[in-house]
């Protein structure tokens, strides 16, 4: 059976020399193919995270950067270790037809509890990082949201201080514009304070309420459907 250029179902794709792969009805086959050249695009980075499956990480390895560019360092952990729901998922998250890539360890049975270590978007067929990696997983979290957006909680040295911050990706660019976001400081006697300003006990602080930050949370909530594959 041959496949169908037009959008509609499309029961069976063929990949490759002499290889079939059954398409899911009702994604075109100008999309899939799409989507196959995205994955082309982090094949590589797929390859550097899965060659670090069963290896030790102790740290010292000046030659490791160079090796495994794209591989955030955090991703071992205390452990030294590969986490053992290390996952990725590829989601357009601006709606332009390019994928992002999104590398995480996922909870077992729970799609959406994971701990992101990596984001890359796809520039003309070049991958390139959105966010800088240095504390991606240990102090600043980043979740897949709806409605286009990226959201990141910021976590200071200080527990009682946290930020909720969301984010879009600025065009074609590997770049990120801020949307809006709230800062939450817990240590006050006077209970959590919100502010739009890093800095919540600055005198030109801009003070917000509990209602604001809940509405930014039910403007922007976290995606519940991600289809997580295990690398």
């Given at each position: 059976?041959?496949?169908?250029t ?9 990949i ?36 670090q499956?069963g ?44 994928e ?22 796809c ?109």
């Open positions: 059976m041959g496949s169908d037009r959008t509609g179902s499309i029961p069976v794709c063929g490759g020399k002499n290889r079939r792969k059954r398409c899911k009805t009702g994604v075109s086959f100008y999309f899939y193919i799409l989507m196959l050249e995205h994955l082309t695009c982090y094949e590589n980075i797929l390859q550097q995270y899965r060659a499956k290896m030790l990480m102790t740290g010292g390895d000046d030659d490791f950067s160079e090796t495994y560019p794209n591989v955030n360092w955090n991703v071992f952990g205390s452990i030294g270790e590969l986490p053992p729901g290390l996952s990725y998922a590829m989601i357009d998250i601006d709606g332009n037809g390019v992002e890539l999104f590398i995480a360890d996922v909870a077992e049975g729970d799609a959406t509890s994971y701990t992101t270590y990596d984001i890359y978007t520039i003309q067929g070049t991958p390139q990082r959105l966010f800088d990696a240095d504390d991606m997983g240990i102090q600043s979290f980043y979740f897949i949201s709806e409605n286009n957006v990226i959201m990141k909680i910021q976590k200071e040295n200080d527990s009682t201080w946290y930020g909720t911050l969301f984010y879009q990706i600025a065009g074609d660019s590997a770049s990120t514009n801020f949307v809006d976001g709230v800062w939450i400081f817990l240590g006050s006697s006077l209970g959590p304070m919100y502010s739009r300003s890093e800095k919540c006990m600055a005198d030109d602080a801009e003070d917000v309420d509990k209602a604001y930050y809940d509405t930014l949370l039910n403007t922007y909530p976290v995606k519940k459907e991600i289809e997580w594959i295990k690398l």
